[in-house]
């Protein structure tokens, strides 16, 4: 059994930063695609950044992309998602999930196990 735990949410200003981390318990963790996904109210789930289990490949939605950067640490058992440039519309409940599938990372389906969440609220 794998679980995940989310810490490093919380209310930060229109282009502020914040740091999110994953904390894993249980085997094998260097051998799991981890990802980062997040629910605004309202919406459904949305696929933000992954990173294959080598490290080597990372993933990011458009709306992203240049602003997130995701990494992991396979000797702490962590991912991380580092936000930059914060925007209104990045407001979301903010998920880490792990999967094993050979392929689609960068898709909800992949996961099989996620973390409680952890929220993330940027003000205008």
């Known amino acids: 059994q794998v679980q995940l735990a989310e810490s490093g949410g919380g209310l930060v200003q229109a282009g502020g930063s914040l740091r999110l981390s994953c904390a894993v318990s249980g085997r094998a963790f260097s051998r799991y695609g981890m990802g980062w996904i997040r629910q605004a109210p309202g919406k459904e789930r949305e696929f933000v950044a992954a990173?294959?289990?080598?490290?080597?490949?990372?993933y990011y939605a458009d709306s992203v992309k240049g602003r997130f950067t995701i990494s992991r640490d396979n000797a702490k058992n962590t991912v991380y998602l580092q936000m930059n440039s914060l925007k209104p519309e990045d407001t979301a409940v903010y998920y880490c999930?792990?999967?094993?599938?050979?392929?689609?990372?960068?898709?909800?389906?992949?996961?099989?196990?996620w973390g409680q969440g952890t929220q993330v609220t940027v003000s205008s």
């Open positions: 999930a792990a999967g094993s599938r050979a392929w689609g990372i960068s898709m909800i389906g992949y996961y099989d196990y």
């Open positions: 990173i294959t289990w080598s490290a080597d490949i990372t």
